[in-house]
Nanobody, 119 residues
Framework: QVQLVESGGGLVQPGGSLRLSCAAS????MGWFRQAPGKEREFVAG???????YYADSVQGRFTFSRDNAKNTVYLQMNSLKPDDTAVYYC?????????????????WGQGTQVTVSS
């Protein structure tokens, strides 16, 4: 059974940084999605099998998605955080070499981690 274990969420002031981690049982193409209160879950960033990232426009230039294949772990470095980034962030994995931006293209999901950006 595939397990995705997320960590790194928390409370941060606007302009601050957080790093999310997601450990998987083996290598997958991975993605991060987020869901704010009262909103639908949305794509944030994805990374393919070899480490090529892809970002939503809303986070481009502020977030960096990377992976350590030796540890089967991916990281989402979030800088210049804004209150609009407040959401539950979900790690997802898919059995495909390429990046996916659609929720329904992912096969496995983590439990979610809360990120709150507030002064």
């Amino acid at each position: 059974q595939v397990q995705l274990v997320e960590s790194g969420g928390g409370l941060v002031q606007p302009g601050g940084s957080l790093r999310l981690s997601c450990a998987a049982s083996r290598r997958y193409s991975m993605g991060w999605f987020r869901q704010a209160p009262g909103k639908e879950r949305e794509f944030v960033a994805g990374i393919d099998w070899s480490g090529g990232p892809y970002y939503a426009d809303s986070v481009q230039g502020r977030f960096t998605f990377s992976r350590d294949n030796a540890k089967n772990t991916v990281y989402l470095q979030m800088n210049s955080l804004k209150p609009d980034d407040t959401a539950v962030y979900y790690c997802a994995a898919r059995n495909n070499y390429a990046v996916g931006t659609r929720e329904d293209s992912y096969d496995y999901w983590g439990q979610g981690t809360q990120v709150t950006v507030s002064s």
